[in-house]
């Protein structure tokens, strides 16, 4: 067996300053979607006549053109990228997890007058039958919902990834999984994003000592011992054997057959040894369980636009909704052409506040507590929430809604694509914070999902995420954690995909993919600006307004950065890493022709850079 090709010699710096550090501190939450300290100016963005894929890596977004270089379409790009990132990405996502896609399509056989095929696909994981709604309170150990079995729920990606593709792509299972088995077994460069999702794992390993035997091959594979370094090359036989029997026999060879049987045996191993009763976790049935629907998106307009968004359990969807119902009541478009930056900034934010006190009240699996989505939605609450929003003052939390809290979460990635004939995709994924549960099912190659913990895991007292939530959203079997995964489409009036865009960065998805898009669709920027873009996020609690490094020097008004505005309007200002990574397909009109051309951005945050013809 091949594995990465590590420096065995004297552990690298990083090793030796969590070692010196870990006597002292306490663990920290992984953090690495906070940029590194310089960005790349270029190279992160392309424009491109024809089709586009934008991904958080480029050989995942290579993987998705290729798709499209065959004559596939939007949805066979975004499986083909979405395989692939399951191992070039395997810190943020891949088939250990679970995500939303949402599609626009032109109708089959291009029927006129038929109308585009729009679906909100959601393959996040379940809740598995052992979970229980105080599974987590029983059990003294306070990362059971973060690390090994306990926090895994049964992964939906696969399923999900083939579902779309057998019912809305046109390549078959062997072409799309090709560019991700080949990354497996060629291997691929560590990069700085992975570096700084490794630097925060290994801390996790370095003070848990025990987690580098119980997580083996997260710990030897893919944090090289430790010693893992910029450069080095990663290959993963075992994950290409995997997807090459996904290949040849589809979903069953995950959920059916000896490999489902080895991924239960090795979550109830491991889950008994993190306290569990003599209940299993994951039972046979569980992998039978549908995993994937396939419903209509959640719409809203904005600006004479339509807005394709993704339903629950996914907040992100009636967040960026409601948010963007307020910046048109609240006229964000012409405060940004009076050049009121500093007012603009403060208006969003206030909408920001609102959404997420919602969120928090009455958010969580329609299935298990219903979401009412048409009061949230409402012209009755929005006039209300715009009308409440007071140009010359923040407020305490209390004036937004019931006090509870958000926190915030490293992994996760996004894929965003339009094809040639104007299909588009936007595709959201994730298998929770960093590496996941570090579990690994033996010879499989990925990290298990600890989804487990975007449940509200505890009530009286926030989780290790300082995540507490509405009790709707309790652990209960078959039901699906809340997400603020927002994969968004953005159509023209004559149904032409304008824009398409998502995040990763827990709660900050949220923000960044509303800041992104407004950065298009108000501020004009072309997609490279709008992603690179300074960005701020409030979740409403705790009751501060992050505002990443370096925002200041780009948003001034009156010769005041816009910290210093938002200081005198009250808010509690904290300056910050940026936390979110927004991958962007736009299409933007081209005077030089007459005709429009694709603009792609992947977030130079995490180093990624589009593909496309
Ligand atoms: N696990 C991050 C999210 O789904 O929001």
């Known amino acids: 067996m091949e594995g990465p090709a590590v420096n065995q010699s004297p552990p690298p710096l990083f090793v030796i300053a969590i070692l010196a550090a870990a006597a002292f501190a306490a663990p920290t939450l992984a953090q690495s979607e906070t940029a590194p300290a310089a960005l790349p100016t270029s190279g992160f963005s392309a424009t491109f006549d024809h089709y586009a894929v934008a991904a958080d890596h480029p050989i995942a977004s290579a993987a998705g053109a290729e798709m499209l270089a065959q004559g596939g379409n939007a949805v066979d790009a975004a499986v083909a990228a979405s395989f692939t990132l399951s191992v070039v990405r395997p810190f943020s996502c891949g088939i250990g997890g679970g995500g939303f896609m949402v599609i626009s399509l032109p109708p089959k056989n291009n029927t006129p007058d038929a109308p585009r095929i729009e679906r909100a696909i959601n393959y996040r994981e379940l809740a598995p039958r052992g979970a229980r709604k105080n599974i987590y309170e029983s059990l003294k150990k306070d990362r059971a919902s973060l690390d090994g079995g306990l926090a895994s729920a049964v992964p939906g990606t696969v399923a999900g990834l083939l579902y779309a593709l057998e019912t809305y792509g046109t390549l078959d299972r062997a072409a799309v999984l090709a560019p991700a088995i080949r990354a497996a077994r060629e291997g691929f460069a560590v990069d700085a994003a992975y570096m700084r999702s490794a630097m925060s794992a290994t801390e996790r390993f370095v003070v848990n000592k025990d987690y580098q035997t119980r997580f083996a091959f997260t710990w030897e594979r893919l944090l090289g011992a430790g010693a893992i370094k910029l450069g080095d090359t990663i290959k993963n036989p075992e994950q290409a054997a995997l997807l090459e029997a996904i290949a040849q026999d589809g979903a069953s060879a995950f959920y059916a057959g000896p490999f489902a049987a080895s991924m239960i045996e090795c979550v109830n191993a491991d889950a008994h040894t993190a306290g569990l009763g003599p209940v299993k976790w994951f039972t046979e049935q569980d992998l039978k369980l549908p995993r994937v629907s396939d419903t209509e998106p959640l719409t809203t307009t904005f600006l004479g636009k339509r807005v394709l968004l993704m339903p629950p359990p996914s907040s992100g969807g009636i967040a960026i909704a409601q948010i963007l119902g307020l910046a048109e009541r609240r006229e964000l478009a012409k405060l940004w052409t009076e050049g009121n930056t500093a007012s603009y900034a403060h208006q969003l934010v206030e909408s920001f506040k609102f959404a997420f006190a919602d969120r928090a009240e009455y958010l969580a699996d329609p299935k298990f507590s219903p979401v009412p989505i048409d009061k949230l939605l409402s012209a009755e609450r929005l006039d209300n929430f715009a009308s409440r929003i007071t140009p010359s003052t923040s407020h305490g939390p209390e004036y937004y809604g019931e006090p509870g809290q958000i926190g915030n979460d490293g992994g996760t990635s996004h894929i965003s694509v339009i094809d040639a004939a104007g299909g588009a995709v936007a595709c959201t994924e994730t298998i929770n914070t960093e590496f996941g549960s570090f579990l690994v099912v033996p010879g499989s190659g990925f990290c298990l999902n600890n989804q487990m913990d975007d449940f509200t895991t505890r009530r ?76 701020m996020h409030h979740q409403w609690l705790p009751s501060v307004l992050e505002i990443e490094r370096g925002f200041d020097d780009t948003e001034i008004m009156r010769g005041l950065g816009v910290s ?11 300056e910050t890493g940026s936390g979110a990574v927004v991958q962007m397909v736009a299409r933007r009109p081209d005077p030089t022709t007459g005709t429009s051309r694709l603009d792609a951005a992947s977030d130079p945050r995490k180093g990624g850079s589009p593909a496309g013809e």
Do not use: F
Request: proline share 9%.
């Open 564 to 574: 210093m505005w938002m200081r005198k309007l009250h808010h509690d200002v904290k």
């Open 460 to 535: 009286d007292r926030p989780n290790a995420y300082k995540l507490t939530q509405s009790d709707k959203n309790m652990p209960e079997p078959g039901k699906r954690p809340l997400s603020s995964m927002s994969p968004t489409i953005v159509l023209d009036a004559d149904n032409t995909p304008v824009l398409v865009a998502g995040a990763s960065g827990g709660p900050r998805i949220i923000t960044a993919t509303t800041q992104a898009i407004l950065n298009v669709l108000i501020r004009n920027m072309p997609a490279s600006d709008a992603v690179a873009a300074k960005r």
